[in-house]
């Protein structure tokens, strides 16, 4: 397994955005599968993590077949700044902000305001990626 990332549970549950507890619970559970490093702690692979999170995708709102765009993140609204034309809408999707500028008259026909929930469909043509370096190891 040369050049294979691996995750301890605690690096894969941020990576998840659940608790370390849960990520046990999983491969207890045989959900989620898992081995040992040579320290014997238990790990998990990279691209078995990443299906097992492909795996568990799914559509916030059940509209996805409508639409083409495929990037859909439910959250809650956390700021609305509105203007006399324009208007800013904040919503908090897990652990990620994600901002939208829309005009202030679709603000008030969605009834968007704090405390709502919402989904942030994402179309982008551009798709910016960045490495960030990995608290994984690599076997």
Known sequence: M???TVFRIGEAAELLGVSADTVRRWIDAGR???GRDEAG???VDGAELAAFVRAAGNDPDERADASSAR??????VTAVVKDTVMAQ???QCGPFRVVSLMSREAVD???????????AVIKSTTVVVER???KGRTS
């Open 2 to 4: 040369l050049g294979v």
């Open 109 to 119: 026909e969605l009834d968007l305001r704090v405390g709502s929930v919402a989904v």
């Open 32 to 34: 989620l599968p898992a």
């Open 71 to 76: 990037n859909r993140l439910r959250g809650i």
């Open 89 to 91: 809408v904040d919503i």
């Open 41 to 43: 702690h238990r790990v």
């Open 132 to 134: 960030v370096p990995s």
